[in-house]
């Protein structure tokens, strides 16, 4: 039919995908898998493990000599010299020789471990497993005891000692930018000063990457309070080789899915499973509140609120803030860059209404910020009521010093003309660094202060 009276224009506005950076994180291993390094593999079930984990390698001789163990592998190991790492020696007799040690390595088929006691003539040569496989197994048992409604990657470094594993995850995040959210590290990083120095580079506002780092009683001094992309923890004294305490708190970091139901809940006091508590007698006292005041979490219960559940204390990152505070800034960073992107580039698809450079644009982007702003406050994620304005950036920073948006979140968009006037070299380019916005991200309490009062007088 040619003579039709109607004609349509079909045009399409497509809505982003929720992102999902916020619920990946990775598990990360030097030697433990058949990965190849630099590679990763995604584990939706503890079981999934299995099939990646290193066997046992075959050891052809143990010598004790001086608190020595001189250990000979049947085929070249492959590390470096000199190196020192963990490894597991089982399998041997006596069996004195077997357990996890720190080695190092002293040839292309040889490696010591120190041992004090003489366990007598090796009968059993046994074998050893590079790296520690059964930590790996243990973050993963941990992560998965919380629940099966999350995946988790592990990421392979391939084997080496700390600092090459630092140097390793250095350059996979450089060539891989974005990808997770956090990572959990080895226990025997936290005692590396590479790994401290490697720390500095995500600790701006801005950065949206974490470390779950296992520390020490003796080593937790050595982080600081500008480190807020580190979640440490120090695990109970005597836990069981399957547990991995902070692998509890990494699943709960992770599983947060932010929606008007299912709002963002403070990390302090999250509920653990399978874990142990750090015992609170025995003189502990004086290390639990130092280690408070560092920003370092431990594993508790809930015993004062009368639950016995194991929860984390104090649920933070080193700079001493809630973990969530700083979840909820990262979620507004990553949905506020989406949102105003998507916008842009659907307004460059709309013939009907395209989204121009002049007031009604600025007007629609600073509509479309009020949008996400407005769905952080129903997740939990900011505070207070959504307030638009149109000041100038000198008028905007003055209201925010006089207090005047205390308990808001504050959209404000700077004028198409006065913008334009005072920064008129960004017309032709196309850039308007007009839009603020500024709120308080949400998070939990830490300390309840009760002012009780008794009195025996009665009022007549």
């Known amino acids: 039919m040619t003579n039709q009276i109607v004609t349509l224009n079909v ?15 990775a598990l990360v291993s030097q030697g433990a898998t058949t990965l190849a390094p630099g590679t990763t593999s995604l584990l939706t079930q503890a079981s999934d493990l299995t099939t990646l984990l290193r066997g046992a390698l075959a050891l052809t001789s143990l010598v004790w000599s001086a608190n020595v163990v001189t250990a000979t592998t049947a085929a070249p190991h492959g590390l470096t010299v000199s190196d020192t790492l963990p490894m597991t020696i089982a399998g041997a007799s006596p069996t004195g020789y077997n357990g996890t040690f720190t080695c190092t390595i002293t040839g292309a088929s040889t490696f010591t471990y120190p041992l004090l006691s003489n366990p007598g003539l090796e009968t059993v040569p046994g074998s050893y497993t590079p790296e520690d496989v059964a930590e790996l197994s243990a973050m993963v048992t941990t992560f998965f005891a919380q629940g099966s409604q999350l995946a988790v990657w592990v990421l392979e470094l391939g084997a080496g000692n700390a600092a090459d594993g630092v ?39 801005k950065s949206k990457t974490y470390f779950f780092t296992t520390m020490t009683s003796a080593n937790y001094t050595s982080f600081t309070a500008l480190m807020k992309c580190v979640v440490g923890l120090v695990e109970a004294p005597g836990i069981p080789s399957t547990e991995f305490s902070l692998a509890a708190a990494f699943w709960a970091w992770l599983h947060y899915a932010p929606s008007s ?66 979840y909820n800034v990262d979620w507004a960073q990553i949905n506020a860059d989406q949102d105003l992107s998507a916008a842009v580039i659907n307004g460059s698809n709309l013939p009907a209404n395209p989204l121009y450079y002049n007031q009604d644009g600025v007007s629609r982007l600073q509509g479309t910020l009020a949008a996400t702003f407005t769905r952080g406050i129903s997740y939990g994620v900011v505070q207070g009521t959504l307030v638009m304005t149109e000041l100038t950036a000198a008028q905007f920073q003055d209201s925010l010093d006089a207090g005047d948006f205390a308990g808001k979140a504050v959209i404000n968009a700077v004028p198409f003309l006065s913008y334009a006037a005072q920064n008129p070299g960004d017309y032709r380019t196309g850039k308007y660094a007009g839009l603020y916005a500024s709120f308080v991200p949400s998070r939990g309490f830490t300390n309840i202060v009760l002012n009780l009062n008794v009195t025996d007088f009665v009022a007549q």
């Open 11 to 25: 045009t399409q506005t497509v809505a982003p995908q929720p992102s999902q950076l916020q619920r990946k994180g």
């Open 167 to 205: 140097t390793a995850l250095s350059t996979w995040i450089n060539a891989n930018p974005g990808i997770y959210y956090a990572y959990t590290v080895p226990r025997y990083w936290a005692g590396e000063a590479t790994y401290l120095a490697f720390l500095a580079g995500f600790v701006s506002l």
């Open 261 to 326: 139901t299912n709002k963002v809940t403070p990390f302090a006091f999250t509920y653990l499973y399978g874990v142990t508590a750090y015992p609170t007698t025995g003189g502990n006292s004086v290390l639990l509140a130092a280690l408070k005041a560092a920003g370092v979490n431990v594993v508790g219960t809930g015993a004062e609120g009368g639950i016995s559940n194991t929860i984390l204390f104090w649920g933070t990152t080193m700079d001493g803030r809630d973990a969530s505070y700083w």
